[in-house]
């Protein structure tokens, strides 16, 4: 069975001030397809964004944000399970930080816990630990995090769902003329240079943080798929049929 990593956004599943009980449960119905065929690693941004449902207070500083994301992580994983029960699924939790992925002991440690919970058929839900990072946000919305996920913890394939739907030849919110790229076989390095903003109020992660992202999984032979997290047909069709109508493919 290959394993995979599902990388979700913030700005997916949250929305102002609320958190998208639709899409969190459309994104869940969709890991349970999921994990009929494959072995399946969430890792999901948006804690601080399910803390801010709770305490309306500015995230424009470290520790408000920190604040925030202690609130958020325990509910965002109680509202993950909740949408998994009828599925006779279960989440479970995986704080993890850089410095994480800059021990060998610690970094088998976690490979040993992700091992374990999905041979329990149990939805390893990673995140990254901001209440005690300091660096904080050191993974662009979670977009890095999960290329190292995949990597380390011997996934074949990182599918990131973003509100992007793919990866364009020149900026789509500039250029009509823009066209998707199917098909990406190396990071040319002049795409790393200017920002393509999402308009996520939530997200810290943008074109260039997924660019960086694929990059690190190629180098790796590895491969990444850039699709919608807002419409799933995409990422079904290339997961569950093997067509691919739509995204990135980074191969």
């Excluded at 913030?10 to 609320?18: A, F, L, P, R, V």
């Excluded at 789509?172 to 996520?200: M, Q, Y």
């Amino acid at each position: 069975m290959k394993r995979i990593v599902v990388k979700v956004g913030s700005h997916i599943i949250s929305e102002k001030n609320t958190i998208s009980k639709e899409r969190v449960q459309n994104l869940v119905s969709f890991l349970a397809l999921l994990m009929q065929k494959y072995e399946v690693i969430l890792v999901s941004s948006a804690a601080i964004s399910t803390g801010q449902t709770k305490l309306n207070i500015k995230r424009d500083n470290l520790t408000n944000k920190q604040v925030l994301a202690a609130i958020g992580q325990p509910l965002l994983i109680q509202i993950y399970n909740e949408f998994l029960a009828p599925f006779n699924k279960i989440g479970g939790q995986v704080l993890l930080t850089a410095k994480n992925f800059d021990s060998r002991r610690a970094t088998k440690l976690a490979k040993n816990t992700i091992e374990a919970m999905l041979s329990y058929k149990i939805l390893p839900i990673i995140n990254e630990n901001d209440t005690i990072d300091t660096g904080e946000i050191i993974f662009g919305d979670n977009d890095s995090l999960s290329a190292y996920t995949t990597h380390f913890f011997e996934a074949d394939m990182l599918v990131i769902l973003s509100d992007i739907d793919g990866f364009y030849d020149k900026n789509p919110h500039e250029f009509k003329n823009a066209k998707l790229l199917s098909k990406v076989s190396k990071i040319d390095a002049k795409w790393l240079e200017a920002e393509i903003k999402t308009g996520s109020e939530h997200g810290t992660g943008g074109i260039i943080t997924k660019l960086k992202a694929a990059e690190f999984l190629l180098e790796r032979g590895r491969k990444m798929f850039l699709t919608s997290g807002f419409d799933l047909c995409v990422a079904k069709t290339f997961l569950l049929e093997g067509k691919q109508i739509g995204g990135t493919l980074f191969s």
